[in-house]
């Protein structure tokens, strides 16, 4: 869904009171709801599909658990110390580094499995009638081929656990364009 179908449906949902920001009144808090009347039966819904599909056909035990987790709860799974998701900008709309990395990783590598067939076709193509196509799949097949597959799949790999240094690093390095715009 593209982001402006995406902010009318919001916009849509928010004016027929499916949800609300909680504490609106007060400034709102960021992450917490509150369902209006065709939200709450939505969610029912949702759950009661949910507890037919697992619960009966798939035996599955429901359980229900704290809605909030204690600091040292956090603390122990290392949470407090290193939980940090690394945003980038791209126009007014942010996003994970690292998972823009990754999905960058694996589109690059997909490409370099494609490496014989872009050569293939660059020898089929004649330099002096197709000189711009020629030149733009060397180009293409000379970025592929300068950073090693081995290289790619450990940067892929760890991109998760990147400080922003090396996240900003890698994605200039693989020349990652932005989600919207396209630019860097």
């Known amino acids: 869904m ?6 009318a449906l919001q916009e849509t949902l928010r004016h027929r009171f499916f949800f609300a ?35 009966l ?5 429901e359980i229900k658990d704290s809605v909030v987790t204690p600091h040292p709860v956090l603390k122990a799974s290392g949470h407090v110390d290193r939980f940090t998701d690394y945003l980038v900008r791209d126009g007014t709309e942010a996003f994970r580094a690292d998972k823009l990395l990754e999905e960058a990783c694996e589109a ?17 193509l004649d330099p002096a009638t197709k000189r711009k196509e020629h030149e733009t799949l060397a180009a293409q097949i000379a970025e592929l081929e300068r ?12 991109a998760d656990g990147f400080e922003p240094a090396d996240l900003r690093h890698w ?12 630019l860097p």
């Open 21 to 55: 920001p909680a504490f609106e009144i007060y400034g709102g808090y960021a992450g917490l709801f509150v369902l209006g009347p065709s939200g709450t039966s939505l969610q029912d819904n949702l759950l009661a599909e949910w507890r037919r599909h697992f619960v």
């Open 2 to 7: 593209d982001a402006e179908t995406y902010a």
């Open 171 to 182: 994605l200039l390095e693989l020349k990652v364009p932005g989600p919207k715009t396209g």
């Open 147 to 158: 950073l090693p597959v081995e290289q790619v799949e450990i940067v892929r790999n760890k």
């Open 57 to 61: 056909e798939d035996s599955v035990l």
């Open 108 to 124: 690059r590598l997909a490409q370099i499995a494609n490496l014989p067939q872009m050569k293939h076709d660059l020898a089929a």
